[in-house]
């Protein structure tokens, strides 16, 4: 038996229905750990593409902001609760501004 897709009803969820359900409600403890993993990934990525565009190595932007090539390694991977000082480091290493609004 072929299912018609256009058939089929589809249901959406709002995203704050299910981070709700999975996660937890907003100001949750686990709601908060999820949004804090989830900025630091956030920011990795963003680290990290900028270091590749400029085609610099892990351990050459460690050495020009004075960390250890694990250390970048961990943040690129969201591992790292990044303090505002180090970010500011980095993305000045990496020639980005950092904007506060």
Do not use: C
């Not at 956030?42 to 351990?59: P, S, V």
């Amino acid at each position: 038996m072929r299912i018609d897709p256009k058939k089929v009803k589809k249901k959406f969820h709002p995203a704050e229905e299910l981070m709700t359900e999975y996660v937890g409600k907003a100001g949750s403890p686990e709601r908060e750990e999820m949004e804090t993993k989830a900025k630091a990934w956030f920011y990795g990525e963003i680290l990290r593409d900028r270091r590749k565009a400029l085609k610099m190595t892990q351990a050459a932007l460690a050495e020009k902001v004075g960390a250890k090539q694990s250390y970048i390694a961990r943040i690129e991977k969201g591992e790292v609760d990044l303090q505002f000082s180090s970010l500011l480091r980095i993305a000045h290493a990496l020639g980005l501004n950092v904007r506060l609004q």
